[in-house]
C-alpha cells in the first residue's frame, strides 16, 4: 500500500470510496510481493500487483468490489484454469485481496499516513478468510492499537505477533483460531508492516556518491550523504538524498542509531577518513559495511584497521572492493554493481546470470530477509571500486 498512499489518502480525505488490490501472498516465481498493492477508483488506477500480468482482471473486480461493498480474496496462477486468460504465465500464484475503502471502513487510514510519513512503525492486521468478519482491520502501533478483529484475545495475540513483525520489517499471513489460538489455522490474518525505510549512510562527497545515492533511493533506502567537507557536502550535488551532513563520518556514524538494515557505503578511500570511520562501521550490528578502493588499499586497510583493535571476525563483514564484478567504470556502472550487491545479499542469490541456471527464478521465499546475512565476502574476481581507486 505504501506505493499508492499517497493517492488513495487524497481521495480518501475527499470522502470518495475505492477498490484496493493488495498482494498478501505469493507462491513460486510471482512477480510482485507480498503488500504490492493496486487501488481503482472509476476508470482511474494506480499501482501494480502483477507488473502487468492480471491487473486487467484485478482491475475489474476492484470495481465489482466498490459496486458490491464486499471484499474478495482472488487466487491468480497457472494452477487456475483462466490462468493463461489474464496472462499469468511466469508459473507464479499470487492471492490478492480486494476490498472497498472509503471513510467509514477505514477510519484510520489518514492516521497510518501520517505514521508512515513521520517515519513511526506502524502495521495493519485484515482478516482475510476463516470465521471472523472478513475486512476487519486492526492498527497496530508500538505503544497502542485500534479497532478490533472482533475478539480479545485474538487482538491480544495479533498484537504480539505484528509488533514482532513490525521490528523486522515483514509482511505476510499469519493464522489462527477464531479466538486468537495459536495452535490453531482456521483464521487467516494479514499484517502489513510499515516499518521505516533502511537507511543508505554514503561516505564521502564525490562523483560515485551521487550515483550510489540515486541507486539507492530507487532501491527504496532514505539516504544519507555524509563528508567533512563543507564545499563538497552540499544538497545541491546529492539532490537525490534525502539528508546531506558535514560531519567527520565517524563521528557522524557514532551519533546514529544503526540496525541490521542499514547499509554503509564507504567511499572516501582515503586512510584519514575511512579507518576511524570503518573501525566504528564494523563493530556497529549494520548488515552491509563496504568500502571502495583497489585490492592494495584494501590490504592496507585491514593492516590499519588490525592495528586499531578489531578482530578477524569483525573484519571479514567488510565487503572490499565494494559491488560485484560487473567490469563496471563508470560512477553510474559502479553504483549499478553496489546495488546488485546489496540485492545479493538481501535475497540469497548467487550473482550468476539467470540464463546459466535453472529451476525457479526467485526461489521459494523462503530465503527472503529484511536484514542482510553476517557473511564475509568471497574472494574472487576484482569490483568496481578497484577500477575507481
Do not use: N
Request: glycine share 12%.
Amino acid at each position: 500500500m505504501r506505493d499508492v498512499l499517497s493517492q488513495i489518502v487524497r481521495w480518501w480525505e475527499a470522502g470518495e470510496t475505492f477498490g484496493l488490490a493488495t498482494v498478501v501472498d505469493t507462491f513460486r516465481s510471482a512477480p510482485r510481493p507480498a503488500g504490492a498493492s493496486m487501488a481503482v477508483f472509476g476508470e482511474e488506477a494506480e499501482g501494480s500487483v502483477s507488473g502487468g500480468c492480471v491487473e486487467g482482471a484485478v482491475y475489474e473486480l476492484a470495481r465489482e468490489v466498490v459496486a458490491s461493498g464486499v471484499p474478495v480474496l482472488q487466487r491468480y496462477g497457472v494452477s487456475d484454469d483462466d490462468a493463461f486468460s489474464v496472462g499469468l504465465t511466469c508459473g507464479g500464484i499470487l492471492d490478492v485481496f480486494v476490498e472497498p475503502v472509503s471513510r467509514e471502513t477505514f477510519p484510520e487510514l489518514g492516521e497510518v499516513a501520517g505514521s508512515v510519513i513521520e517515519r513511526e512503525p506502524v502495521a495493519v492486521a485484515t482478516v482475510l478468510s476463516g470465521p471472523g468478519r472478513v475486512g476487519a482491520r486492526r492498527v497496530i502501533w508500538a505503544d497502542r492499537s485500534s479497532s478490533s478483529l472482533g475478539v480479545a484475545r485474538l487482538d491480544a495475540a495479533v498484537d504480539d505477533d505484528a509488533r514482532g513483525m513490525l521490528a523486522q520489517g515483514l509482511t505476510g499471513v499469519r493464522r489462527y483460531g477464531a479466538r486468537g489460538e495459536r495452535r490453531l489455522d482456521e483464521l487467516s490474518i494479514f499484517v502489513h508492516s510499515f516499518a521505516p525505510s533502511p537507511r543508505m549512510l554514503v561516505f564521502g562527497a564525490i562523483d560515485f556518491a551521487a550515483a550510489v545515492a540515486r541507486v539507492g533511493k530507487f532501491l527504496g533506502y532514505h539516504v544519507v550523504v555524509c563528508d567533512a567537507r563543507p564545499v563538497f557536502a552540499t544538497p545541491r550535488r546529492f539532490p537525490e538524498a534525502d539528508e546531506v551532513i558535514v560531519k567527520w563520518p565517524h563521528d557522524y556514524l557514532s551519533s546514529v542509531t544503526v540496525d541490521e538494515r542499514t547499509a554503509i557505503c564507504v567511499l572516501t578511500h582515503d586512510p584519514r577518513f575511512d579507518v576511524p570511520l570503518l573501525e566504528v562501521a564494523l563493530r556497529t550490528p549494520a548488515g552491509y559495511v563496504g568500502a571502495m578502493g583497489s585490492r592494495r588499499t584494501h590490504e592496507d586497510r585491514l593492516a590499519r584497521l588490525r592495528e586499531a583493535g578489531l578482530g578477524e571476525g569483525e573484519l571479514k563483514r567488510l565487503r572490499s572492493p565494494i559491488g560485484l564484478d560487473l567490469g563496471a567504470r563508470t560512477p553510474e556502472e559502479t553504483a549499478v554493481s553496489i546495488a546488485a550487491e546489496l540485492i545479493q545479499l538481501r535475497w540469497g542469490g548467487s550473482g550468476r546470470p539467470l540464463s546459466d541456471g535453472s529451476g525457479r527464478i526467485h526461489g521459494d521465499g523462503s530465503r527472503e530477509r529484511e536484514a542482510f546475512p553476517a557473511a564475509s565476502k568471497d574472494e574472487g574476481g576484482d569490483s568496481a571500486g578497484e577500477r575507481s581507486a
